[in-house]
């Protein structure tokens, strides 16, 4: 859906990793655009937009409103997330804006709100990241991915995401192509030199 952002990406992992190998976790502090896409794609769509429901134990007021002890409360992070004040143009996914002078800037909010609040937090937030690092870096690095195209040669898709407590996104139409016949070579001897494919 967005070529340029892939493209920024592709060109941050050559210049850090160069060609013969998959990005690792001693490349993540250099890769400053993957990092930020991680985080601009954790903001733009959360995986679950009204966190968890929990229920208040005791009677509070919050901003005016009284709310009774055993109250359902969901926790909006969608909202937090797009909200135009802390994100300007919020539905526009734009890793640049989590960037200053080729760092991240601690100034624009970390979005770690999409893993929720308090004693309840997501315990998996961790896991989660890395694993979103490993797999991101890992495609980039080797593959195009590239959807159907209109009449002008932009990208004619529409994102779609299921509706409930957990959003994930339609299966797109996209093709996942080798960068280059020297990529193509490199996950060839990956698969082959890997013990769990014998
Ligand atoms: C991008 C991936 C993930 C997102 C966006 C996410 C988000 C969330 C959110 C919003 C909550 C509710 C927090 C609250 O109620 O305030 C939650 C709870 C939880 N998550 Fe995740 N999560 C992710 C991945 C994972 C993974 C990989 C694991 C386990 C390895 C995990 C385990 C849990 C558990 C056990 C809870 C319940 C915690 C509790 O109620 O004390 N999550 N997660």
Not at 57 to 67: L, M
Not at 73 to 80: D, K, L, P, T
Not at 106 to 121: D, H, K, L, S, Y
Request: hydrophobic letters at 35%; a negative charge.
């Amino acid at each position: 859906m967005y070529p340029e952002v892939q493209k920024r990406a592709q060109k941050e992992i050559d210049e850090v990793v160069g060609y013969g190998r998959l990005p690792d976790f001693n490349d993540r502090p250099q890769l400053v655009y993957l990092e930020a896409l991680i985080m601009e794609l954790l903001r733009w769509h959360q995986p679950a937009p009204l966190a968890i429901a929990h229920s208040t134990s005791e009677d509070d007021v919050y901003e005016g409103y009284f709310i009774p002890k055993d109250t359902v409360v969901m926790g909006n992070i969608w909202h937090i997330l797009h909200d135009p004040e802390t994100y300007p143009d919020p539905f526009n996914f734009n890793p640049d804006r989590f960037i200053k002078d080729g760092k991240i800037n601690p100034q624009v909010t970390n979005p770690e709100a999409v893993f929720g609040f308090g004693r309840r937090i997501c315990p998996g937030q961790y896991i989660a990241v890395d694993t979103l690092y490993v797999l991101i870096s890992s495609v980039l690095a080797v593959f195009d991915v590239s959807v159907p195209k209109d009449a002008n040669g932009n990208p004619d898709i529409k994102p779609s995401f299921s509706i409930g407590l957990i959003c994930h996104p339609d299966p797109p139409k996209c093709s996942i192509t080798p960068r280059s016949d020297r990529h193509k070579e490199l996950v060839q001897n990956l698969l082959t030199s890997d013990p769990t494919n014998e």
